[in-house]
Structure formats: C-alpha cells, structure tokens
C-alpha cells in the first residue's frame, strides 16, 4: 500500500486577524518558488477559514482545528464537521491535547468528532500524547496506546485519517524529545495501526508535533515512522513554516 504524501500542518490555535492573509500569500510564493515534497495545510482560527479559502494560494490547504460530533443542533458556541466543509476544509484536527484539558475532551468524545469529520469526507488529524508526569512515570507508551484505540474510529483509512503525536509537555515549551524516543512512540502508534487496519495502516501518517522548528525539523523528520509534522509557534509566521517544509524535503 502506498502511503499518502507526507504532510506539514501547521496549527495557528487561537491566533490571527485578518492581517494573517499575508502569512498565507507569502507561504504559498514561498512553495511556488522553491517547490515542496510534502502537503502543507494550516489550520486557523474558524473564524479565518472562509476567508483564507477564498485566497488563490493553491498550495496551502485550510483546515480547522476541531468540529462538534454532531451535524447541527443545540450546540452554542460550536461549529460542526458539514459547516467546515462548507468552508472547504479538507482537514479537521481532534483531540489536541488543549480540547482534552480545556474542555475535558475524552478519546470516546474524539472518536465520535473523527467520524463527524470522516462523514463529510474531511481528513481527521487525531491528537494524542502523554504529560511530562506520565513520561516520567514511564508510561508514555502505555498512555499513547490508549488514547490512541479509544480515540481511532473503525471507519479509519488511510484517505480519512492521520495520527499526531504530540506529547504535551513538549507543546510551546522548547523541549523536544530525543529521536530515539520519538522512534519509540511512533514505532508503538505503527504497530497498532497494522494491527488494527492491516496493511492499510501502513499508509496512515504519523506527524509529529510538539516544538517543530526550523533547526530541529530535519531531525524529527528523519525519524522513522515520522511522516510530517503538527506545528504550532513555528507555522504563525510563513518564513518559519517554510524552513519546517524545506527542512522536511531536504530542500535547499
Ligand atoms: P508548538 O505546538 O509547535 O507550538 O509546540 C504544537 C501543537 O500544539 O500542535
């Protein structure tokens, strides 16, 4: 099974006005220019997705960063999978360990946002990651396997799902973990995949995320079993993102 070409996304969290039009103009020049080997999507805040859309920036996907499970509804304040896609969002992030500890998101809560997403034929990107404690208690493994059965739908394919490893105590902070312990992780998400969706989950992308920057991005991405990279700080300004997405392709 071939795997889908690698992705670089890039999560603005709750960042950007207007203004941010700029950051996507100059990133997709940047691409046009220099070429890229890999996907590239940023995820703004929603309320920047329609207009982004609108850009002509063909090489720069939109995506969100979360969407309720349900389709429509008594839901104030939340925005749904069908109305993202309306927007055109290929791609809808869930699970960031920021709705799990904000807004108490359970896995069983992510599964169920995953299938929305799927539903309207969106991308899930599915966060999961342990805390610095639960590292240190050594049970990064064990916390990330966990998540990750509970929050995967059975509708996942490799067309309709991605797996972001984010540990959270590397997430703004500067602290990246070594390569060795990243190979770990993404070794143990691999390996339940296969043993999940069979050869299909050979094909499924596992980003990692979590302090991706220019100087360490080839590094990380070197890592076996790293097919691109969530990024946060590093993808609000075009010039950054771009040395993640350079450094990713080995480019100039
Ligand atoms: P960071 O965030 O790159 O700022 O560490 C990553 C993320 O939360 O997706």
Redesign the pocket.
């Known amino acids: 099974m071939t795997a889908p070409r690698a992705l670089v996304?890039g999560?603005w969290?709750m960042n950007g006005l207007k203004q941010a039009v700029y950051e996507i103009t100059r990133l997709n020049e940047l691409i046009n220019v220099n070429g890229a080997t890999c996907d590239v999507l940023i995820c703004p805040p929603f309320t920047l997705i329609g207009h982004l859309n609108s850009l002509s920036a063909p090489n720069v996907a939109i995506g969100a960063q979360d969407c309720h499970m349900n389709m429509s509804g008594a839901h104030t304040g939340d925005i749904s999978a069908e109305m993202l896609n309306e927007l055109g969002c290929g791609y809808i992030?869930v699970g960031?360990?920021?709705r799990r500890a904000d807004h108490g998101e359970s896995s069983e809560t992510v599964n169920a946002k995953a299938v929305a997403a799927q539903n309207v034929g969106a991308t899930a990107i599915i966060?999961v990651g342990e805390t610095i404690e639960q590292r240190e208690a050594g049970e990064a493994l064990d916390v990330v396997t966990t998540q990750l059965k509970a929050s995967i739908p059975d509708s996942a394919t490799t067309d309709n799902t991605i797996i972001?490893y984010?540990p959270v105590w590397?997430?703004?902070?500067?602290k990246v973990p070594t390569a060795a312990d990243v190979a770990e992780v993404h070794l143990a998400v691999r390996n339940q995949l296969l043993d999940r969706f069979g050869a299909g989950g050979d094909a499924i992308n596992i980003l990692y995320?979590?302090?991706?920057?220019g100087s360490n991005a080839a590094e990380l991405m070197s890592v076996a079993n790293v097919n691109g990279a969530?990024?946060?700080?590093?993808?609000l300004k075009a010039d950054d993102f771009f040395d993640i997405i350079a450094a990713f392709g080995h480019i100039g």
């Open positions: 996304a999560n969290k992030i960031h360990s920021e966060c972001a984010e590397a997430i703004g902070t500067g995320g979590g302090s991706v920057k969530l990024v946060g700080g590093a993808s």
